[in-house]
């Protein structure tokens, strides 16, 4: 079974960037699809970006199309998210895990972008 480690996150001012990252323990990663997901304080867990197995096509959800990019190292274990122009509004609890059925939660990492 997978288990799933996200860090990266931390304070940041509107218009700065962060680089999450998403390490996954278990021989069988790179047979997930794998996205990034977040949780906003009162807010239900949205999608935020997915990519493929092999890494080759990508989707973002509207609201962060253009600032962030997915990618992932599957010799690492590895799945990362870059966020560009961070809004206020990015601020949230990241999650990375399997798609489309998710395995277990990890602990996610807390952004906090200040206007």
């Known amino acids: 079974q997978v288990q799933l480690v996200e860090s990266g996150g931390g304070l940041v001012q509107a218009g700065g960037s962060l680089r999450l990252s998403c390490a996954a323990s278990g021989r069988t990663f790179s047979s997930y699809a794998m996205g990034w997901l977040r949780q906003a304080p009162g807010k239900e867990r949205e999608f935020v970006a997915g990519i493929i197995k092999g890494g080759g096509s990508t989707v973002y959800a509207d609201s962060v199309k253009g600032r962030f990019t997915i990618s992932r190292d599957n010799a690492k274990n590895m799945v990362y998210l870059q966020m560009n122009s961070l809004k206020p509004e990015d601020t949230a609890v990241y999650y990375c895990?399997?798609?489309?059925?998710?395995?277990?939660w990890g602990q996610g990492t807390q952004v906090t972008v200040s206007s």
């Open positions: 895990n399997a798609r489309p059925t998710p395995i277990p």
